[in-house]
C-alpha cells in the first residue's frame, strides 16, 4: 500500500502549509511548535498557549485565547495542529514581507536621488509632493526647513544628516525612542 496521502481536508492543511517550506525552516517551525506543545501530544491546546504566553509576558483573556486558536483551527478541533501552526507562522510572515515592501515604497517616495538616504531637502520635498493639504491639515502651516529638520534629527540615528533606509524602518515602526 502506498503512503502517498490522498488530499482530503486534515492532509490539504498540511499540504498546504509545508509548500515552500526549506528543510531547515521546517526544523525550526518543529523546535517553536515544542515550545507550545508541552504534552508532547502534536497539538497546542487553550492552556498550552496560555501558558507560554504568560511566560512570554502577556495575559490574554480566555476569550482573546479562544479567538487565537479559532483563527487558525482550520479543522475546527478546537487545538492547533503542527501544521495549523506552520500556516499561522508563513502568514505572519508573508504579512510582515509585504509590511516591508510597502515600506520600503515609502522610503523611495522620499529618496528623490535615489542614492540610499533622505535628506532635509528630499523629505520636505516628498511631504509636500505626497498631499500638501495632509500636512496643512495636520500642522496648520507648510512644512518648513526646521520641520525638516527636526524630522531628520528624530530619525538620524547615526548622526549623519540623513536617515538611511533602516533609520526609516525604525521611526515608521516605532522601534526606537526619540533621540535625547
Known amino acids: 500500500m ?3 496521502r490522498s488530499h482530503s481536508s486534515p492532509s490539504n492543511v498540511a499540504n498546504k502549509a509545508f509548500y ?11 523546535e517553536a511548535f515544542r515550545v507550545f506543545d508541552q504534552n508532547g501530544d502534536g497539538s497546542i491546546t487553550l492552556s498550552e498557549l496560555r501558558i507560554v504566553l504568560d511566560q512570554m509576558g502577556l495575559d490574554p483573556s480566555e476569550e482573546e485565547l479562544q479567538d487565537m486558536i479559532r483563527e487558525v483551527d482550520e479543522d475546527q478541533s478546537g487545538t492547533i ?9 508563513k502568514k505572519a510572515v508573508d504579512t510582515n514581507k509585504n509590511s516591508r515592501e510597502e515600506l520600503f515604497r515609502a522610503f523611495q517616495v522620499f529618496d528623490l536621488d ?5 535628506t532635509m531637502e528630499e523629505l520636505r520635498t516628498g511631504i ?4 500638501p493639504i495632509l500636512v496643512l491639515q495636520a500642522t496648520g502651516d507648510r512644512p518648513t526647513d526646521e520641520d525638516a529638520l527636526e524630522m531628520i534629527a528624530e530619525a538620524d540615528i ?3 544628516g540623513r ?3 533602516d533609520e526609516f ?4 515602526t516605532n522601534n526606537t525612542s526619540p533621540r535625547k
Do not use: C, K
Open 163 to 165: 536617515i538611511n533606509y
Open 81 to 89: 495542529s503542527f501544521a495549523e501552526f506552520v500556516d499561522m507562522v
Open 158 to 160: 547615526d548622526g549623519d
Open 2 to 4: 502506498s503512503e502517498h
Open 169 to 172: 524602518v525604525l521611526i515608521m
Open 20 to 30: 515552500d517550506i526549506s528543510p531547515e525552516e521546517l526544523a525550526e517551525l518543529r
Open 128 to 131: 509636500q509632493l505626497i498631499n
Open 114 to 118: 535615489q542614492n540610499g538616504f533622505i
